[in-house]
Nanobody, 124 residues
Framework: QLQLVESGGGLVQAGGTLSLSCKTS????????MAWFRQAPGKEREFVAM????????VYAESVKGRFTISKDIAKNAVNLQMGTLKPEDTAVYYC?????????????????WGQGTQVTVSS
């Protein structure tokens, strides 16, 4: 059983930056695909970014490519999401997810463990 706890959300102005962290209860390198999803009010949960088990590859949604960076901090058992040039449409609850066997990295059903989410609000 892996527990995930997100932190770092908050209120930021458009164009600003914010860094999210997902602390895991155990090691994930070599074992779990880690991803960030988000869900805005009235919308479905959507894929944001994924980092592979080895940490050697990353994938981003088109809407955040070039602005967000996902990374692993192995020493701290954490996965981070650095968000830049934020836009009001980035406003959502951001969730961290982990899955041992992920075929569709953008599909939430392949991820077994989820955090409770952290709110990100971008004002215009």
């Amino acid at each position: 059983q892996l527990q995930l706890v997100e932190s770092g959300g908050g209120l930021v102005q458009a164009g600003g930056t914010l860094s999210l962290s997902c602390k895991t209860s155990g090691r994930t390198d070599g074992t779990y695909f880690m991803a960030w999803f988000r869900q805005a009010p009235g919308k479905e949960r959507e894929f944001v970014a994924m980092i592979a088990r080895s940490g050697s590859s990353t994938v981003y949604a088109e809407s955040v490519k070039g602005r967000f960076t996902i990374s692993k901090d192995i020493a701290k058992n954490a996965v981070n999401l650095q968000m830049g040039t934020l836009k009001p449409e980035d406003t959502a609850v951001y969730y961290c997810a982990a899955g041992a066997f992920v075929r569709d990295y953008s599909g939430s059903s392949d991820y077994t463990y989820w955090g409770q989410g952290t709110q990100v609000t971008v004002s215009s």
